[in-house]
């Protein structure tokens, strides 16, 4: 409610009282303007230097993200702004919070359009660098080498300009299986080892098979990473033959722990009854070892990392759930065990083999390329 302003006779009446405080502000002695003391000198804060990759992966602090920026130009000059970013937040009480911002900056239309997603609980990170997947929108990141992934309505990719040519491999099919010396079955896992690569899950699923007759032996080949062997040295593989022991499963864990050229290779992988990828990552879009052993016509169980669940996902393989030791056991078990298993997924394995050699990619490649040049030779005349 609005109250009523004073009348006439009280706003002549304040003036008296006005001009007496006015004059005696005016006469009041000045106070004295002395200068502030001088600050402190800063204290320097000696902070760790920063070394990478160590230090672009994720940390234990309560807020962090990884920012990107940068500009996107079609061939006919079409051009657009982005930006992606991913927050990792991190608190003692709650899971894992991350939140994905991704914005485009469309030039053309004059628009501006972004989308905010979101997820909750831990995400497996690779040995070194870094990955992310919130709700679609992926980024990771080695060494300055980083891949974007991200989508946003009405920016999608049109499919038809899409071409697929698989990651090759060497022809290594071997005439006949070599049986290693005693009978036993044996599981064949190889690469570069360190952790991310799972192997400790595929030493727990031993437990479970160490009642078979024979019992199978796991063999991982391989040098450890030299990233991983500058940082930690072999604590990766002690841990893992640590582990086997205590599992009781110590003399089914054998180590061939040095590089082998390809002949030797192919001899080792000739002689497996099976190929465990047992790997952490979700987010490993090609493997090599993936390919080499499916165009060796090995049957072959991996975790549902993308590339196995394209090669594998229609029967071709076995896939199993991320660090689930006993999901790996079963699927060891009736490779082993069930009969016309393996011998069914080996030939189907072997079935793809011949679109996965060297030749045949790189005469995908040559083709994709004489194509590309004849819309080009037709669009310029």
């Not at 000045?30 to 672009?56: N, Q, R, W, Y």
């Not at 040098?223 to 110590?250: F, I, M, N, Q």
């Not at 002689?271 to 047992?278: F, K, T």
């Not at 060796?296 to 196995?308: D, E, M, N």
Request: glycine residues 10%.
């Amino acid at each position: 409610m609005r109250r009523p302003l004073p009348s006439l006779p009280v706003l002549v009446n304040l003036l008296p009282l006005v001009l007496t405080l006015a004059l005696v502000a005016a006469c009041a002695p000045k106070l004295g303007t002395s200068a502030l003391p001088p600050a402190p000198p800063p204290t320097p804060i000696m902070l760790p230097p920063v070394t990478f990759p160590a230090d672009e992966a994720p940390h234990q602090d309560l807020t962090e993200w990884w920012y990107y920026t940068g500009h996107l130009e079609a061939d006919d000059g079409r051009q657009w702004g982005f930006e992606l970013v991913t927050f990792q937040v991190l608190r003692t009480t709650l899971q894992p919070l991350y939140i994905s911002h991704f914005a485009i900056t469309d030039q053309q239309r004059g628009q501006f359009q972004y989308v905010v997603k979101g997820s909750q609980g831990p995400q497996a990170q690779p040995p070194l660098g870094f990955a992310f997947d919130v709700d679609g929108q992926r980024m990771n990141g080695l060494n300055g080498s980083d891949a974007l992934q991200a989508s946003l309505d009405g920016y999608k990719v049109d499919q038809g300009r899409v071409t697929l040519i698989p990651h090759g491999a060497p022809d290594n099919r071997s005439p006949e299986r070599q049986t290693p010396q005693g009978g036993r079955p044996t599981i064949l896992t190889w690469g570069l080892l360190g952790p991310g690569k799972g192997v400790e899950w595929a030493i727990d699923a031993l437990a479970e098979l160490r009642d078979l007759d024979p019992a199978p032996r796991y063999l991982v080949v391989g040098e450890t990473h030299p990233k991983v062997l500058e940082r930690d040295g072999e604590e990766y593989r002690r841990s893992l033959l640590a582990r086997a022991a205590a599992g009781g499963v110590g003399h089914l864990l054998e180590f061939e722990d040095r590089y082998l050229d390809l002949k030797a290779l192919n001899r080792i992988v000739a002689g497996a009854d099976v190929v465990i990828l047992p790997y952490d990552s979700r987010e490993q879009v090609t493997s090599g070892v993936l390919v080499e052993a499916m165009a060796a016509g090995k049957p072959v169980i991996a975790t549902g990392f993308p590339h196995a669940v394209e090669l594998l996902g229609n029967g071709t393989g076995l896939i199993v759930p991320h660090g689930d030791s006993l999901a790996m056991a079963k699927a060891l078990c009736r490779v082993l065990t069930e009969p016309g298993l393996a011998a069914r997924l080996g030939a189907r394995a072997a079935a793809l083999a011949p679109q996965l050699f060297w030749p045949a990619v790189a005469g995908r490649y040559r083709n994709l390329a004489g194509a590309l040049l004849d819309q080009r030779a037709s669009a310029v005349a």
